[in-house]
């Protein structure tokens, strides 16, 4: 390859990872903007009213405000039960609002289980963006019992968190009503009232959480948790998972009790387990991890499928997620882990076997899928596919490639003839220069200059650039590429050196 056509490749990858940045971009601000009016859609399409329940309070509120918005107010709204709606349709709504009750140790009743999960999960995915909901405003009334201590309204104050960090608006806080302090009724007429207000285009005022009233702006501003996310509490700075400083918060007395192996650190603190099973990772021993992705439940629902899929013809419903690494050697700044993953140039942390991670981590995986079962779209037909997977994207999170016993675990995974995708940040070539072949290497070039790579990727190693160049140079004169996924794709693609799977 000539140095010209490297740096025009370098160039065109640099500007694809500008797009990253694009989502990056979040406000933190919280200052009060001027009285404004809401401004009301002029061709509304009917809100969406949900209402989340099991034994029914939740649903009997939702009607009445309906009678109040449609009957008295004539603002046109849908009741909606959340577990005949298909959450892929919110980015259309302009309007929501959801009343929501929460159940044992702050879960969602029964009939909204996949909404609220699916929330969730788009929540984390970086590729969603902030911005999937900016066309919708919404208020969230909780049905709750303080009784239930820390989990009181759980769900309701999670699904506010979790439309505002997609970007939608909030026209009025959450509402918290509680069935057994005896208040419920009026805290829930008082909250519809504003509801119906800033729907008529009532005077309020805006802070960066979405529309409040002046009368609720003095309470606002004496809330101390001023992180814009909502329990701050969650946010764990890298150096602090890595157990190299001290934790601005209660980590710090967890991450002393990090278990020592053989003289060997556990990867995983309780901190760092904490976190990321807090994102829906399922952790296995002390170093690797698995994660249903938004692609394969897509795919199980028979809907479209991720990139992989249109370019190299994986199933994205046969393919598990995962890593032998959680831990990487770059802090990246577009990491969409929250920074939750430990950071380390070289392995030193007790080691699993490959085989039993290979093991967990298909009887983890096989058993998320298992849990889509029922749902909307999955036949029985995609389910029994999706629980015996062909394809295993090692790109979860971390660095794959700096588990030591990579090969073994990618011999393993063949063994079961299940295809490998591996993905290295191109920091370790030594590695890549020992790793066997994959049935397809993925290098991530996220920057074109060494400036730039390091404002981006800032690696730990100073001799990142070095390190970065020697093996994107060197992967392009080997001549192990194979890059059959399936005997169609081989076929089609003609692959100069193939090791079929298949
Ligand atoms: C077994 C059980 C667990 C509960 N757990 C919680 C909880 O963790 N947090 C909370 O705020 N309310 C909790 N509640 C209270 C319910 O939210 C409350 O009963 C509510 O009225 C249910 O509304 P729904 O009929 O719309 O589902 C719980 C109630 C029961 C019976």
């Not at 990872?17 to 979040?26: D, E, G, I, P, V």
């Not at 406000?27 to 809100?47: D, E, I, M, V, Y």
């Not at 795919?299 to 690494?325: D, N, V, W």
């Not at 190693?461 to 140079?473: N, P, Q």
Request: proline share 5%.
């Amino acid at each position: 390859m000539t140095p010209s056509s490297l740096s025009t490749r370098l160039t065109l990858f640099a500007l694809l990872s500008a797009t990253t940045f694009y989502f990056l971009y979040k406000s933190r601000r919280r200052c009060l903007k001027p009285l404004k009016h809401l401004p009301l859609n002029p061709n509304p399409r009917p809100g969406k009213l949900f209402f989340l329940t099991q034994t029914g309070t939740s649903k009997a509120l939702a009607q009445r405000l309906l009678d109040l918005l449609s009957s008295k107010n004539n603002i046109p709204f849908d009741l909606v039960d959340p577990h005949t709606y298909e959450p892929e349709d919110l980015p259309k709504e302009s309007l929501i609002i959801i009343i929501a009750s929460t159940w044992e140790d702050g879960n969602p009743p029964q009939n909204s289980k996949f909404f609220v999960n699916w929330l969730a999960d788009i929540s984390t995915d970086f590729r969603a963006g902030n911005l999937l909901l900016s066309d919708c405003k919404f208020a969230v009334f909780g049905v709750g019992s303080r009784l239930y201590g820390d989990t009181f309204n759980a769900v309701a104050r999670d699904l506010g968190k979790r439309l505002r960090g997609l970007g939608a608006t909030e026209m009025v806080p959450v509402g918290e009503g509680d069935v057994d302090g005896g208040e419920l009724e009026s805290v829930f007429e008082g909250w519809s009232e504003k509801v119906v207000t800033v729907l008529k285009g009532g005077l309020v005022m805006e802070n960066e959480n979405g529309i409040v009233y002046e009368s609720d702006v003095e309470s606002l501003e004496s809330d101390d948790d001023d992180d814009g996310e909502g329990g701050g509490e969650d946010i764990v700075d890298l150096e602090d998972i890595a157990g190299k400083g001290p934790s601005r918060k209660k980590s710090v007395n967890v991450a002393k009790t990090n278990g020592k192996l053989d003289g060997k650190r556990e990867m995983v603190t309780p901190v760092i387990r904490a976190n990321l099973e807090k994102q829906g990772y399922k952790i296995i021993g002390s170093h690797s991890g698995v994660k249903i992705c938004r692609w394969t439940k897509s795919q199980l629902r028979g809907r479209g499928g991720c990139y992989k899929h249109s370019f190299y013809g994986i199933e994205s419903h046969r393919c598990m997620e995962a890593t032998p690494s959680l831990a990487c050697a770059n802090k990246c700044v577009f990491c969409w882990r929250h920074h939750t993953n430990p950071v380390g140039k070289s392995w030193q942390w007790k080691m699993d076997d490959p085989l039993e991670i290979v093991n967990t981590a298909i009887d983890l995986h096989t058993k998320m899928i298992k849990q889509t079962k029922g749902v909307p779209g999955v036949t029985q037909e995609r389910l029994m596919e999706g629980l015996s997977p062909r394809h295993c994207a090692l790109s979860l999170v971390g660095e794959p490639i700096m588990y030591p016993e990579i090969n073994a675990l990618v011999d393993e995974l063949h063994r079961r003839r299940i295809s490998t995708f591996l993905v290295t940040n191109a920091q370790f070539p030594e590695k890549i220069k020992m790793l066997k072949p994959v049935t397809q290497l993925y290098v991530s070039v996220d920057a074109a200059t060494k400036d730039s790579l390091k404002a981006i990727d800032r690696p730990l190693f100073g001799d990142f650039w070095e390190r970065f160049i020697v093996r994107f140079l060197e992967s392009s004169q080997r001549e192990t590429s194979t890059d059959c996924i399936s005997l169609d794709t081989c076929e089609r693609m003609e692959y100069r050196r193939c090791r079929c799977l298949f």
